[in-house]
């Protein structure tokens, strides 16, 4: 057994989850945000037997898009507001970030 943690696009997500869901994958999703661009994200927890790991990493890169977002970043962030650098600048975001982690034990109770 084996743990995908997925960091997707929320633009993304509906059809991930909708594939995903076609092919009888679980997941759970949890909003989530980057440390960088300060935005919202979505980061995906999928249990998977081993030997269907590569298929899911498969549907993600086939749902998942690469983007480019044009961002101010955050030079300082305050209990209040949040200070930006006033220079724009435009990063690739996505596909997805994946990390595949190891499942000592498994257990619906
Ligand atoms: P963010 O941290 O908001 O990063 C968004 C995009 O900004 C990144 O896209 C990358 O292209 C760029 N970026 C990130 N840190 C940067 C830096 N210090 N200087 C210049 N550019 C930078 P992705 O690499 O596709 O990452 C998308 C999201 O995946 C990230 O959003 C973060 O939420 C997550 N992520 C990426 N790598 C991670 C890691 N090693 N551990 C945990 N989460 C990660």
Redesign the pocket.
């Known amino acids: 057994m084996k743990m995908i943690v997925a960091?997707v696009q929320d633009e993304d997500l509906d059809k991930l989850i909708e594939t995903l869901t076609e092919e009888s994958i679980s997941s759970t999703s949890l909003p989530?945000?980057?440390?960088?661009?300060?935005?919202g994200?979505t980061t995906l927890l999928i249990g998977i037997d081993e030997d269907r790991v590569d298929e899911v990493i498969a549907l993600i890169k086939q749902e998942c898009k690469s983007r480019t977002k044009i961002t101010a970043t955050p030079i300082t962030t305050g209990w209040i507001s949040t200070v930006y650098n006033p220079q724009v600048i435009e990063?690739?975001?996505?596909g997805a970030?994946i990390f595949v982690l190891d499942v000592e034990q498994f257990k619906k109770i």
């Open positions: 960091i989530s945000s980057g440390g960088f661009l300060r935005e994200n990063v690739p975001v996505g970030t």
